[in-house]
């Protein structure tokens, strides 16, 4: 079981440029989620999806957007970097039935810079 | 506007001791919380739960109180090893997981030999 994993680890953009985050889980989890953490900051929700082919918006959508085609992936694609979008970006997934939630399980993150 | 607050930025401990870190929250609609560990360049990986129906919750060294009147956790790690030293953060939930979880800032833990 590789859990969550990401790619990449570290990226540098150019504003205006674009790119895609990819995170994968093994462990057959419905939901899933995108995390940003801005240093000495807490994690802020971006993007969730509770099953494939479903997703929804979090606290700080503006700038990302994501799909869900299958139950293990959930890609988070960033258009027209912006500075404000340096940061940390963690992916994580749980299992949930929705009125009893099991921990979340992240990612190692990958750090993005936009110059 | 924070619903999670971990006023502390960072406790100093000595190994052996006591370790207490605290945890407020204002969203009366939270009803479950999880504590998470974060190493530097690493995810926050899962430490420790518990649900509002509950006061107290206890996994060896680690143990968590919630008072609900007081909106208020804390972490109890005792005895502080020197492993211990990372970011803890405290994170709220109130839709079953369907909608994220919310975090506190964190309070970086320093285990002291």
């Known amino acids: 079981n590789a859990g969550v994993t990401q790619t990449p680890k570290f990226r540098i953009l150019k504003i205006g440029q674009s790119m895609t985050l990819q995170c994968t889980q093994d462990?057959?989890?419905?939901?899933m989620y995108w995390y940003r953490q801005d240093p000495g900051m807490g994690l802020k929700l971006i993007y969730y999806s509770v099953g494939a082919g479903i997703t929804d918006k979090g606290e700080v959508p503006n700038g990302y957007n994501v799909s869900r085609s299958t139950t293990e992936d959930f890609p988070l694609r960033l258009e027209l970097a912006a500075p404000s979008q340096t940061s940390v970006y963690f992916c994580?997934?749980?299992?949930?039935?929705?009125?009893?939630?099991?921990?979340?399980?992240f990612g190692p993150g990958t750090r993005l810079t936009v110059t | 506007d924070q619903q999670v607050k971990q006023n502390s930025p960072s406790l100093s401990v000595q190994e052996g001791r006591i370790s207490i870190l605290n945890c407020d929250y204002t969203n009366s609609m939270f009803d479950y919380f999880l504590w998470y560990k974060k190493y530097p360049a690493e995810g926050p990986t899962f430490l420790i739960s518990?649900?509002?129906?509950?006061d107290k919750n206890e996994d060896g060294r680690f143990t968590v109180f919630l008072n609900k009147s007081a909106k208020h956790l804390s972490l109890h790690i005792v005895p502080s090893q020197p492993g211990d030293s990372a970011v803890y953060f405290c994170a709220a939930d109130s839709g079953g997981g369907a909608d994220g979880l919310t975090f506190g800032k964190g309070t970086h833990l320093i285990i002291q030999p």
């Open positions: 462990m057959n989890h419905n939901y």
């Open positions: 518990i649900s509002s129906i509950k």
């Open positions: 994580a997934s749980s299992y949930s039935t929705g009125s009893l939630l099991y921990e979340q399980y």
